[in-house]
Structures are given as structure tokens and as C-alpha cells.
């Protein structure tokens, strides 16, 4: 039976082959690669460096509220589980002092932000009171005018909302909205803890609500516990009914040591990693033949989203917000949030405590971070255009980084063998083409040019005659 590029067969043997785990490469390098040395001074000396090559340079901001009110048990968010106002309400005087930290620093050197896009994620932004986001919205308020955004987002958690605050959000600036759907299944959102009935969500956006906004996106997790192909299948078939702008196919990782309440769910629920795969295989099939396009990896939009325009102009920006048009500058508030700006990346401290310790002495709250050599950014560079354009073109890398894209990565072009018997890529003189196929193995792809995973692979080929890498 085919199922989009693959056959049963063939599909079983590239995933027994090329497994689904490995970096996403919302950042290059990854988080664990992060110096914990990188605090405060670093940060501020990071934003200097930014700023001084360019005092207008387009901006995004992110904001992480870690708070939910019932933990869902896939989660592998940084979250805090409470209904608790006061505890809420606290947490928010802090953003609000982290805020004036920015702006105080901005002030400090004459910047006024060119700030375009804000970005409200969490944990659930949505449990905020009204009279809480209005503050919040003032607030942001003292760093840009939030009605001249290009894009205003936040994350929807629909059992905290009904459709009046889906109007107020739209009254106060926000333009885009994500839902965290994941399922339709009831038995699916049992097995997970977030019953979300179909009919709820179709009520918080009935047509007048949602055309309000510029682009409705569902999150959709496959590989839960009790799916099967028939119930994503349906799920998918549910979501085309609906029809948001853009559809988030994203894999559920089951890692019980890191997030420990993921034992709740059962390890032998979890479908097969061949029939995970096979989701989402049929998933991306079913709704390119639907008009929605794939825009990369995780990212589907519709045909006649503004997403699609930004990849046909290659303008897209693939970071820890997902796809964006071209504003890679990003500054993260709120504790865990990550910032990518320039050659540099930075995190937030984790937990309450050292973040409002940090934020009481006036400094940004930076738990890690790193700065990128030239090496890496020309690396970070191959692997963003593979995401997300699935070609590469040797002579931009060359044009940009004054390089000799065969000389500099002969080691890395050797292990193409594989990937080109398999089917995955086509490699010429002056390019490589991920093919159809390859784009559901791209990150293996990717993989090759991560100089993190070659340091820790165990046998280091040479050569292209010495072309097996062992991806750990
Ligand atoms: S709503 Fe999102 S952040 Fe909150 S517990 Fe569920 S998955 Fe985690």
C-alpha cells in the first residue's frame, strides 16, 4: 500500500534505519550545548553587541507564563500546576519588573525598539484574568505600540477561554492565535488528562470570532497513548472540518526520567515507532491534498497563508517560536524563556525563586546561553536552509561565509552515500536537494553538518571513502 512517497515496506525499513529521535533544531546548537557560564553580564554584553550593529534592527519578543491549571501528562513544557490568584498575580509584577529591566536598558542606550512581533506562550497564557492582561498589554505598551505589531500571538489552552475572550483578545491587539488541540479522540484526551471536547473548541471560534484574527493555529501531537490510524485519521478529518490557517504536527517524546509525571502515561499505549510515523506520514499526505501546504518539519499552513508567501520569498525564520517571516531577533521574558539574537542565544533561570531573585537585583535573569564562532553559524545556516526549503545551494553558503562549501565540508558530503541510495536526498556539484521522501528524515539529514553529534559520534570517518557516521 502506498501512503504518500512510501510504500509499507520501505517506510518500515528508512525507520528502522533512521529513528525519530534528534535534535528539532529550533536552535543550532541546542540547548545542551549551552554555556552555563553565559549569566547576566554576558547577556547585557550580547545586546550591546546587537545593538550597536544595528540600533533598528526588527525585534520579537517572547513571553513565558508557566502557569496551568491541571497538568497534562505529555507535557514537556517548563509549568507550574496552580489555581492560586495571589501566586498568579505576584508572578506578573515580576514580568512587569523584568519588562522595565529591558526598557530601562534600551533607555540606557537611546534604543528605541523596533519591536514587530510578541509572542505569549507558556504554559497557558490563557488562564490570565482580563483586568491581569490588560495590565500585562499596558505594560508591553511601554515598549512598543502593541496595535502596530505585524504579528501579536498568544497560546489558547480552549478549556480556559469562551468565545467573549476570544473578542477581548482581539480588542486588545492580538492577531494570531495558537490552540493547544493535540486530539479529538475522547479516549486519547483521557489517557493524556485534557479532555477538550470537540464541540468546545468549535464554540470559543465560530466564524465571526475567527476572522477576526489572521491566522488560527491547532498544535497536534502524534504518537499518544490509544492512537491509532484509524483515530488520527479522524482527528485529521475533524481538524479539515475546521480548518484552521495552520496545523502544528508535532511527535510526542516519552522521556519519564526528564518530565517524571510522563509515567502516568503507560509505555506499552504508545503506538509503535512505525506507526507513529506512518501519523504523520498520512496526516501530511491528507492535508496537502487538501490545500494546505508543507511549510517544514512540523509546519503546515494553508495554501493561501501568509507563511507560504514567506517561503516561496525564502523568508523564513525557523526558531523557538516556530516559523516567522524574517525577524530572527528574538528576546524571551519570563523564567526558561529562550532568546536568539545576533550570534547569540541565551536562556532564563527555570525556577521562581532565582528568577525573582534575579529580577529584585535589577539584572536579567540568564541561568545559560552561548555565543555562536563563525563555524557554527555557518553551520546553523546549512541546516536552517535544509528545514526549511529542503535545498541547499553551495554557492550561497560560499558567497556568504567566503568559503569553499566542498573543501569545507568534504567530511560531512561523504556521508551522503546512505542517504542518497536511500532515496532521501539528491546531491550535485552545487547542490543538495532533500526529495519528497527525504523531508520526513530531514533532520538525519542535518545531522551530518552538527558538529555536536560528529564530536560525540564514536567512529570519525575522513573521508568520503570512510562514510559510515554513527549518529548517537
Ligand atoms: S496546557 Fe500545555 S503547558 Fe500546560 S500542562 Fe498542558 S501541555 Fe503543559
Redesign the pocket.
Known amino acids: 500500500m502506498q501512503t504518500g512517497p512510501f510504500t509499507e515496506s520501505l517506510a518500515k525499513k528508512l525507520v528502522a534505519k533512521y529513528p525519530l529521535t534528534g535534535p528539532y533544531y529550533t536552535s543550532y546548537p541546542s540547548v545542551g550545548q549551552w554555556d552555563g557560564q553565559f549569566k547576566n553580564e554576558s547577556f547585557t554584553s550580547a545586546l550591546d553587541d546587537l545593538f550597536a550593529a544595528d540600533g533598528n534592527v526588527p525585534l520579537s519578543l517572547y513571553l513565558h507564563y508557566p502557569f496551568?491549571p491541571?497538568?497534562?501528562t505529555?507535557?514537556s513544557?517548563h509549568?507550574i500546576i496552580s489555581n492560586d490568584q495571589d501566586r498568579m498575580d505576584h508572578f506578573l509584577s515580576y514580568i512587569f519588573k523584568e519588562i522595565d529591566i529591558l526598557r530601562d536598558y534600551l533607555n540606557s542606550k537611546s534604543i528605541t525598539p523596533n519591536i514587530k512581533e510578541i509572542h505569549l506562550g507558556?504554559?497557558?497564557p490563557s488562564v490570565i484574568s482580563r483586568e491581569g492582561f490588560e495590565r500585562l498589554v499596558a505594560k508591553l505598551g511601554t515598549l512598543v505600540d502593541v496595535k502596530t505589531l505585524k504579528h501579536f500571538a498568544i497560546e489558547v489552552?480552549v478549556r480556559t477561554v469562551d468565545k467573549e475572550m476570544m473578542e477581548f483578545y482581539h480588542d486588545q491587539g492580538i492577531n494570531r492565535v495558537s490552540f493547544?488541540v493535540q486530539d479529538f479522540n475522547p479516549d486519547v484526551q483521557e489517557a493524556v488528562n485534557?479532555v477538550q471536547p470537540v464541540e468546545m473548541v468549535e464554540k470559543v471560534i465560530p466564524l465571526n470570532v475567527r476572522n477576526r484574527f489572521k491566522s488560527i493555529n491547532f498544535d497536534i501531537l502524534w504518537g499518544l497513548p490509544f492512537q491509532t490510524r484509524e483515530t488520527f485519521r479522524e482527528t485529521i478529518n475533524t481538524l479539515k472540518r475546521i480548518a484552521p490557517d495552520r496545523v502544528t504536527l508535532l511527535h510526542y517524546g516519552h522521556f519519564p526520567d526528564i518530565f517524571k509525571h510522563q509515567v502516568k502515561i503507560n509505555e506499552s499505549d504508545i503506538p509503535s515507532e512505525f506507526e507513529r510515523f506512518m501519523f504523520n506520514v498520512e496526516a501530511i499526505s491528507d492535508l496537502e491534498s487538501s490545500g494546505y501546504e508543507w511549510i517544514g518539519l512540523d509546519h503546515i499552513a494553508k495554501k493561501n497563508d501568509e507563511m507560504v508567501g514567506w517561503k516561496n520569498e525564502h523568508r523564513l525564520n525557523r526558531g523557538f517560536i516556530g516559523y516567522t517571516c524574517e525577524y530572527a531577533n528574538l528576546i524571551g521574558l519570563g523564567p526558561s524563556a529562550l532568546s536568539s539574537f545576533g550570534k547569540y542565544f541565551g536562556q532564563n533561570t527555570y525556577g521562581l525563586s532565582d528568577y525573582y531573585a534575579a529580577i529584585d537585583k535589577g539584572i536579567f535573569p540568564t541561568f545559560r546561553g552561548y555565543e555562536c564562532s563563525s563555524d557554527i553559524l555557518l553551520r546553523s545556516k546549512v541546516i536552517s536552509e535544509l528545514i526549511n526549503y529542503s535545498f541547499l545551494n553551495f554557492r550561497d553558503i560560499e558567497n556568504n561565509f567566503e568559503v569553499d562549501f566542498h573543501n569545507y565540508f568534504d567530511r560531512e558530503l561523504g556521508f551522503m552515500d546512505e542517504l542518497i541510495e536511500d532515496g532521501l536526498v539528491e546531491l550535485t556539484e552545487s547542490s543538495i536537494k532533500v526529495t519528497t521522501m527525504g523531508r520526513y528524515f530531514v533532520r538525519h539529514i542535518c545531522m551530518i553538518f552538527d558538529i555536536f553529534l560528529q564530536r560525540k559520534s564514536a567512529h570519525k570517518p575522513t573521508s568520503r571513502r570512510d562514510s559510515k557516521l554513527v549518529m548517537s
Open positions: 496551568c491541571e497538568l497534562c505529555y507535557c513544557c509549568v507558556g504554559g497557558s489552552d493547544g485534557r
